[in-house]
């Protein structure tokens, strides 16, 4: 307010211009600049800015480079920041050496961070001359300090770069200058010869007038008013109404084990292969209010010249819109000026190929003249920005494509991408500047107001990849256009995959392979129970969510990772047991591969070149050990346990680091999983002055990373957890006939009881940790996070508690931290905010959101499922229900508050006015795998035990009896489960026969089995 005051008065607006003009004047003296040179160097720095391509070198230069980024790193030059190259061969021209060294310091002075290389390219007797003349220009000035030094200035000769250096060099650079081609003003003033431009569309009629009829009527369950489920809860259908959005960016993401996309309900998308973050073909956003995308279609009347797309975006047009996202397909169903499209969105399961039919059918009355164009911004790297100058395209010879390759991507350069569609008659371009036009938008660009596009594609341009399709369509008559994304390592390869799907069933052999991979892992446990909320979030949701998302894909609309997190995926994989064990099985050798000689891990790493970080984490290294147990029990594949794995090997981390990024390297040594899982153990048998053990740079909660920072704090909620690790991994010792670790693993566990009894316990709940001084945190003497669940949850989960203690902990975490009326189950209360305390970056969130006393669902999860362990089972499934996304959006008013997708868990749920009940960041979370587990494990009770499976029912009330539908491998059990009257007596039969057993015999014969188990 004392700012808007202050500058209210038309002095001081003056003052300010003058103080401005002042400022400006003295840095032009500084520089011993003119006013005319400044405005040269602002150019210049447009150009930097934004790449031009008259400023860069020639496309065949371009086009020569094979080189990558890291060949510059020994030239000293990182390539992180913009490059300017100056290429000077006369002495007598050394004028334009003094402009850009004083275009440099300009720069710098304005925040701009160039990098300046200047090339000595003399070749006569006099070329050490020149050079001292180059190096005595930037000693005398202010650019002294920045002489090889990052966003400085490099000097380098001619003769001591490689020719194929030389063009990388030419290539990475945003400007490129010349003595040899006049003056820095006269080089600013030479432009590119403009091309021929494509003929303007002529429409040959008047445009078409809509009349909007709403879509046909679905029968749906749980509707609220934008969408809702199919009966069989296998699609989530949205109806979007002329001007109707979703309150936030309802996706699907599509996925196989190496490539995928993330598809909005408004068309927005973008694609990866190998890794999400690392690797995009297309660019990631993440903008929840404006859901931007590098990827499109538009269909075009070729007589109106109106357009629209067949999705709500870009161009939307002005008809409903359906959209349906099921698993491993979307689809967008609309209708617009007589012509009905299908599109449908999917990823082949086994090769890395998007294809996107199109299926549009005529009902206006007449023929048709149409067009459908698909369009997609290339990134080929991280960020495109970063990329957009290296990004070469070309139209492949032989079959017609359009390729994209970035050889200056360090770690992925051989990767060629392509875009195809089955037209031979096809127009295509690679240049988004012509597809888009000057100031263009995607809503609507300028290359549909031409008649073709112009095959336009090379190195230099801001590359794109756009193809478009005309055809006549006959009153009544239906036509499928497949247009096709993929990526392959070898031109062999793409070939191999565009002739693959140029086939006529290619589309439908791929959808099919969706289906029925998806079918098939997804039905490994159906359920049939009273309960329709339960059957359709069981069904399908959760586990499609854990495997294709966070698993194979490692992204999401809020968050674009790709990286494996040591501790995040060995999660969930556990939820896989019943469904692909295998996967289990191959990620704990991966994981157990990142582990350090020492017996810690990376923290997360980046396939495929394993970049990552290494920290003081105190818990990443125990969920080996960990999920290997549960694997090992479920499976009884004790073979893992001698597979071998290798170690890294690089420099420990110091003491006063909290992490550091590097690529570590693979060390000699190997050892098997069980060993590896031995010496994680060992490296957690740290322990501080209370007997529990060392917190590091953070535990479970990554944002409470300053309570041990100096190496003393303590966790409790990691000692209930050790003494989980210790006590399951004791039996896999006996049962590998290592008595002595296992003797040693359970009187450790027994004296970390002890040392939590005596030393964590608050008065009514456990405490949640010690800093380095000794003071708690989750106590009732702090002001903020006085209690904390997870101690009190892994209290139950670990067994590790007190009984009486756990019941009066979890009781107050009902009273404290369950709030029924906002459906939601806080972290921890009350949040931080402004007390001294601070435990670390967890402070920086908003008290109330995210970790800092909202809903953090992976550890809600954790509270629900100690109840139901405590024998609290009503209790435990009205907070499953409380925990149900379908319950959070069962109305138009409870969408309006919670906002994301009701068919996936959010990770987090806002308990902060005026957002109470909001949900967070979506898809990418490890609470969907926790979510499965509770509800088919610890609720109905479904447990594999090697070749057996054990059903241990926790009805809620009002149940009488449930199904579930199990298949083994092969062959599929239809188990009853009713409830005993109080005085019935429990019996488990196998196809009309009673079983002496506890457990139902799995046997893969293929024929169907029925059993029925009566229990309380």
Known sequence: NALVEKYQHFRMADRAFDLAWTHSQVTLRHLNATEAEAQLYARLAGAIIYADPARRATSGILLENRRGQSALWAYGISGDTPLVLLRVTNLEKIELVRQLIKAHSYWRAKGLTVELVILNEDVSVYRQNLQDQITSLIAAGSEAQMLDKPGGIFVRRLEQIPNDDRVLLQSASRIVLDDEHGSLLEQLEQRSVLEPPVPAFTPSRAPRVETPSPPPARDLI????????????????????????????????LANPSFGTVVSENGGAYTWFENAHEFRLTPWFNDPVRDLTGEAFYIRDEETGQIWSPMPGPARGASAYVVRHGFGYTVFEHTEHGIVSELWICVAMDVPVKLAVCKLRNISGGPRRLSLTGYCEWVLGDLRHKTLL??????????????????????????????????????????RKEFLGRNGTLAQPAALKRARLSGKAGAGLDPCGAMQVAFDLADGQERVTSFRLGVGRSMAEVHDLIFRFRRADAG????????????????????????????????????????????????????????????????DVMALVHAEPALIREHLLRAAAHQF????????????????????????????????????????????????????????VMPEEESYYDLPNRSQESATLYQHCVRAIEHGLKFGEHGLPLMGSGDWNDGMNLVGKEGRGESVWLAFFLYDVLRQFAEIARGRGDASFAERCLARAKKLQENIEKNAWDGQWYRRAYFDNGEPLGSKTNLECQIDSLPQSWSVISGAGDPQRSRQAMNAVDQRLIRRESKLIQLFDPPFDKSPLNPGYIKGYIPGVRENGGQYTHGAIWTAMAFALMGENERAWELFALLNPMQHAATAEQIATY??????????????????????????????????????????????????LRITPRFPAGWTSYKVHYRHRQTVYHITINRLSADGTGELSLDGQTLAEETIPLTDDHIEHFVELRAR
């Open 222 to 253: 749980f509707r609220n008013g934008l969408g809702g489920f199919t009966p069989d809860g296998h699609e989530y259908v949205i109806t979007l109404s002329p001007g109707q959005v979703t309150p936030a960016p309802w996706v699907n993401v």
């Open 899 to 948: 906002k994301v997708e009701p068919y996936v868990i959010a990770a987090d749920v806002y308990a902060v006015a005026p957002n109470i009940g909001r949900g967070g960041w979506t898809w990418y979370t490890g609470s969907a795998g926790w979510m499965y587990r509770f509800l088919t494990e610890t609720l109905l009770g479904v447990h594999l035990e090697g070749n057996r």
């Open 390 to 431: 290296n990004v070469q395209t070309d139209v492949d010879l032989k079959s017609g494509a359009l390729l994209a390759r970035n050889f200056y991507n360090t770690e992925f350069p051989d990767r060629i991408v392509f875009l195809d569609v089955n037209e031979p008659t096809r127009t295509l371009t690679g240049d």
């Open 508 to 571: 439908r052999v791929a959808l099919s392979g969706v289906h029925e991979f998806w079918n098939r892992t997804l039905g490994a446990i159906n359920v049939d129970t009273p309960d329709p909320a339960v059957n359709t979030i069981a069904n399908g949701w959760l586990l499609y969510q854990t495997l294709g998302c966070r698993f194979w894909g490692r992204t999401g609309f809020y968050q674009s990772s790709g990286a494996y997190g040591f501790r995040d995926q060995l999660q």
């Open 597 to 652: 000689r020492e017996g810690d891990v990376q923290h997360w790493w980046h396939p495929p070149v394993d970049r990552g970080v290494r920290t003081h984490f105190s818990d990443d290294y125990l969920w080996l050990p960990y999920v290997t147990c549960r694997y090992v029990s479920c499976t009884a594949d004790t073979g893992v346990l001698d597979e071998q794995a290798p170690f890294l090997d690089a420099r420990p």
